[in-house]
């Protein structure tokens, strides 16, 4: 049975594409490529819809970016053609996702013959179906089911909600000393860090005790959003209290920020409903096999990014995003 280490160790050209590099979870994974990848990528691709900081943060990593859309089926063939394999990150920052066929991000591997492929997806996709922006990942697990016997080596990584999306509430954190959710209190879910995910991905696709598969990746303990409220106190030093708000006033928040897109804002409430129904409360040790150690914990995380959630200034704020 073929695996990705092995495409790789075959192949002159050592080539590897991700997409959605303009959002985080994306841009984790190229990173992650970037860094410790030298040995077994020569060129790393980077496929985003729009131009962003991080976009730009990777190029300056070595990155070759490329620009990608749903409804342009060409340019993603052609850059899934320089690419032995391809690591497909929903693209939540297209204009068109939900509206249109995003399937096309896997149906292009198969026209450009892609030796590899990897559909970064959710937990209980199938559940989600019935909301809006969370629908399309079930459409894309449906599409790789079909696609899979045409391709050498596949797999799929569902992802439990990563903690790193508490970075976009930070300012509400620092200066409201609150955090503001349409989350049931009571939901528990296990948080994985994206860094680990995107090392579990690395390794994967980079050592040969790996086969390809379905890998379901949570973090090593299920939480509540007021636990995640109390570890941010405990991080910062600064009493913390969770509040449960109206999925429109969390939403309003998000948008007054102006960090993300439309789509990210909604799929974030698509995300957040799916933990009130239990959705994302499974737990699973498939992260810790890939790591080979234990998943970093929520407080670990908040430790080592407390000054992102500390009071600050005006000033400061104006500093951390230059």
């Known amino acids: 049975m073929a695996t990705f280490a092995s495409i790789l160790d075959t192949s002159s050209r050592k080539s590897i594409l991700v997409t959605a590099c303009d959002t985080y979870p994306g ?5 992650e490529i970037l860094k410790h990848g ?4 020569k060129d790393v691709h ?4 729009k131009e962003n900081k991080l976009v730009h943060l990777l190029k300056h990593q070595g990155a070759q970016c490329v620009q990608l859309s749903i409804d342009d089926e060409k340019t993603i063939y052609d850059a899934y053609g320089k690419a032995d394999v391809v690591v497909v990150v929903p693209p939540v920052s297209d204009k068109h996702w939900g509206k249109e066929d995003c399937c096309v991000y896997l149906h292009a591997a198969v026209k450009a013959e892609v030796k590899g492929l990897v559909l970064c997806s959710k937990i ?12 399309p990942l079930y459409a894309m697990e449906e599409a790789l089911h079909k696609i899979k016997d045409k391709i050498k080596c596949v797999s799929m990584l569902r992802c439990s909600l990563d903690i ?6 930070r300012q509400q954190v620092a200066k409201q000393h ?3 959710l349409s989350v049931d209190k009571d939901a528990k879910f296990a948080p994985l860090v994206m860094e680990d995910g995107a090392r579990g991905l690395y390794n994967m696709l980079t050592d040969e005790k790996f086969p390809a598969g379905i890998y379901e990746l949570t973090g ?3 939480l509540t959003f007021v636990d995640v409220a109390h570890k941010i106190s405990s991080a910062v030093d600064k009493k913390i209290e969770y ?3 109206s999925r429109k006033d969390m939403e309003r928040y998000l948008h007054h920020q102006g960090e993300i897109c439309e789509n990210e804002i909604c799929f974030i409430g698509d995300i957040f409903e799916a933990v009130s129904k239990k959705m994302l409360c499974e737990q699973t040790d498939d992260l810790k096999k890939l790591l080979d150690h234990e998943p970093m914990t929520v407080k670990k995380f908040l430790e080592k990014n407390s000054r992102d959630f500390k009071p600050r200034s005006d000033s400061d704020d104006a500093d951390a995003s230059d």
């Open 27 to 31: 841009y984790m994974i190229a990173r």
């Open 38 to 41: 030298s040995k077994d990528f």
């Open 46 to 49: 980077a496929g985003y819809f």
């Open 124 to 135: 209980n996709a199938d559940k989600m179906r019935e909301m809006k922006m969370l629908a």
């Open 164 to 169: 790193d999306l508490m970075w976009v509430f």
């Open 178 to 180: 609150k955090l503001c």
């Open 220 to 222: 090593p303990e299920k």
């Open 243 to 245: 509040e449960h708000v």
